[in-house]
């Protein structure tokens, strides 16, 4: 596994492959991998002749610098588990090689960054297409592979990918839980112990609303505050939204009589926590 730091280098070794006819799988990671980056990375390693994984925390994607400073790190770990996968390149550059003095360029999707995310996070999506916008142009890939977790960053990556006409083929692939239904996230470990025991509610809450759907309730503000009574109760969390939307546009719905996706985020204590579900109505 080599790693590399050099933009000009990891462009270089693209280059060399794709002449070689080897098609590139590509993982964009902030970093302290686990099993959700991880499936990512086998998905990459079963479908490619070679696999990049990235490792970058963006600060163009933090809205709060204590968010940013707070988020945590590993490298060794990191590289331990990416070499385990059999990954074969990590590309992991210096904060100030992505964004040299002078950098003055951004990436903006409309319309799919208005809500949600967009709305609780002013800049985070624009920061997030600058930055994959550029590790495409670096690493190179065919294929990239980013999680469900992330539902509306999926979402915007996509949009970007067919509106630019970038030349590389996006997966997406579903979110990785603990046995009690939690997302996994890097950002799990800054809950506190009875955080934790709490954070479960929040998938309980998103299969709860599916169940809900499935019995007949269609009627999404009714959903909505269902959702809402139970994480108030079950846990100590602030709401930034739970929403019942439209799988694709992601705007709001009124009622859910075909495809829905449920987004949530909450914020305990030091950790902001976002989940999500698809719900197919039959
Ligand atoms: P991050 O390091 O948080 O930027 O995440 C890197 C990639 O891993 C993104 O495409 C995420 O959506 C994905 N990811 C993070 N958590 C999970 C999870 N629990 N299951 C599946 N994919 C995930």
Redesign the pocket.
């Known amino acids: 596994m080599e790693i590399i730091h050099d933009v000009a280098k990891m462009q270089a070794r693209a280059e060399t492959l794709r002449q070689e006819g080897r098609r590139i799988g590509f ?11 991880l ?2 990375v086998r998905a990459a390693r079963r479908e490619n002749h070679i696999v990049a994984v990235s490792i970058f925390v963006n600060p163009a994607q933090f809205d709060r610098q204590e968010d940013l400073q707070s988020y945590p790190v590993d490298f060794e770990g990191d590289h331990a588990q990416v070499k385990a996968e059999g990954a074969d390149l990590v590309f992991v550059p210096e904060r100030q090689i992505i964004y040299p003095p002078g950098y003055a360029t951004f990436v903006d999707v409309d319309r799919l960054t208005s809500r949600w995310e967009g709305a609780y996070r002013p800049g985070h999506f624009r920061g997030v297409t600058t930055v994959v916008t550029k590790l495409f142009n670096i690493v190179r890939p065919h294929r990239t ?6 539902y509306q ?2 979402c915007i990556v996509e949009r970007m990918v067919r509106d630019l006409d970038m030349d590389i083929e996006v997966v997406v ?5 603990e046995p009690d239904g939690l ?4 950002r799990n470990v800054n809950l506190t112990p009875e955080e934790r025991r709490q954070a479960p509610m929040l998938y309980q809450t998103l299969c709860w609303a599916a169940e809900r759907i499935k019995g007949g309730e269609h009627n999404a503000r009714v959903l909505e505050e269902g959702m809402q009574r139970m994480i108030h109760e079950g846990t100590t969390a602030t709401i930034d939204y739970v929403a019942l939307c439209h799988p694709e546009t992601l705007e709001p719905l009124e009622q859910v009589a075909g495809p829905a996706v449920a987004l949530l985020a909450v914020r305990f204590s030091k950790a902001r926590l976002i989940d999500n579900l698809l719900i197919n109505v039959h």
């Open positions: 993982v964009p990671t902030m970093g302290y991998l686990h099993e959700g980056h499936s990512l592979y980013f999680g469900q977790k992330d960053q999926a692939l579903p979110t990785v839980r997302a996994l996230s890097s």
